[in-house]
């Protein structure tokens, strides 16, 4: 049985001479090579909900007591008090400008490359 004929590209390919040339192939890019002026708007990851146990133990407080405050005053300070410091967390996180992956939000990133728009042409 005579050896199986395959094209010139496929026995130079098992064989490695595509390795030996010296030089890479050339890549011309079809556009030049710089940052766009703005980036796509991506939304924020969704944060957990907070206080659920609190306004848990509330409504159920209310539905024992036929929706009085007075008897859930505890209660509605405690779920109170955990929205505070919620919100007091939410806006220390907000002055952080990095997220927690360690990536500039895509409003501030469009912001900066307003502020410093990309140089096309040399002076």
Known sequence: MAAPAYP????????????NKKRPPA?????????????ANRREQAT??????????MMACWKQNDFNDAPCAEEIRMFYDCVAKAEK???NQN?????????LPSSKVNKLLKRFPQITRYV
């Open 8 to 19: 010139a590209w496929v026995t130079r390919w098992v064989s490695g001479q595509w390795r």
């Open 27 to 39: 890549l011309r890019p079809p556009r030049a090579l710089a940052l766009a002026d703005k980036v």
């Open 48 to 57: 957990e909900a907070t206080c659920i146990t609190e306004m848990s133990v």
């Open 89 to 91: 967390e939410r806006k």
């Open 95 to 103: 002055e952080d400008t990095m997220s927690s992956r360690g990536n």
